[in-house]
């Protein structure tokens, strides 16, 4: 049985960081498709990256270059470090895990099997 439990949101300030973290149990890593996904009020849930290995990532266009996502195999988590934010990165994030097939960015949330809770940020300016 797949979990995930996402932490590490807070407000903070534009121009700010923070990093997310997902624990994940019940699958293992490199033979699963990992991702962050995000969604502000009224909108839509957007992806945000995808990672598979070190080797393989994916980025949404509006976070390239600000936000970097990892693996640590020994802590069976996933995070997200999100330098310079911005206001527009206000949004419930959440990860989300598939071990049926290799999926990468523009996936759609609906071809993730499994979700975590979501964790708030909020970038004030």
């Known amino acids: 049985q797949v979990q995930l439990v996402e932490s590490g949101g807070d407000s903070v300030q534009a121009g700010g960081s923070l990093r997310l973290a997902c624990v994940a149990s019940?699958?293992?890593?490199?033979?699963?498709?990992m991702a962050w996904f995000r969604q502000a009020p009224g909108k839509e849930r957007e992806g945000v990256a995808s990672i598979i290995t070190a080797n393989s990532i994916r980025y949404a266009p509006s976070v390239k270059g600000r936000f970097t996502v990892s693996l640590d195999n020994a802590k069976n988590t996933l995070y997200l470090q999100m330098d310079s934010l911005k206001p527009e990165d206000t949004a419930m994030y959440y990860c989300?895990?598939?071990?049926?097939?290799?999926?990468?960015?523009?996936?759609?949330?609906?071809?993730?099997?499994?979700w975590g809770q979501g964790t708030q940020v909020t970038v004030s300016s």
């Open positions: 019940g699958l293992t890593f490199g033979r699963a498709s």
């Open positions: 989300a895990a598939d071990t049926r097939r290799w999926l990468h960015l523009p996936a759609a949330p609906s071809d993730y099997l499994h």
